[in-house]
């Protein structure tokens, strides 16, 4: 089992830039494939980034490509997501979610067995 704690979000400018941090403690790291998820208010929690176990493998959404990046630090057992570009749409609680099947995971949420408690991304204009 593996628990997961998000930090970094934040309010900033639509522009602005943030970097959420996910760090993970118990069975080891490298061993999870880890995405990112957020959820608006009123919507369903929708996928936003993965990488692999090693952190070789990265995909995302339409939504964020060109703008989001995915990276995984195994040696600090963290995962980070850099944002940039923010746009009011971006704003949700974002979570990162840990995968312990060796198989790549869709982008579906049910992919995912373990789950931070999120952080608040809120961009104003």
């Known amino acids: 089992q593996v628990q997961l704690v998000e930090s970094g979000g934040g309010l900033v400018q639509a522009g602005g830039s943030l970097r959420l941090s996910c760090a993970a403690s118990?069975?080891?790291?490298?061993?999870?494939?880890m995405g990112w998820f957020r959820q608006a208010p009123g919507k369903a929690r929708e996928f936003v980034a993965r990488?692999?176990?090693?952190?070789?493998?990265?995909s995302y959404a339409d939504s964020v490509k060109g703008r989001f990046t995915i990276s995984k630090d195994n040696a600090k057992n963290t995962v980070y997501l850099q944002i940039n570009s923010l746009k009011v749409e971006d704003t949700a609680v974002y979570y990162c979610?840990?995968?312990?099947?060796?198989?790549?995971?869709?982008?579906?949420?049910?992919?995912?067995?373990?789950w931070g408690q999120g952080t608040q991304v809120t961009v104003s204009e």
């Open positions: 118990g069975r080891t790291f490298s061993d999870y494939h």
């Open positions: 990488i692999s176990r090693s952190g070789s493998v990265k």
């Open positions: 979610a840990a995968a312990r099947s060796s198989l790549w995971p869709a982008v579906g949420a049910e992919e995912y067995d373990y």
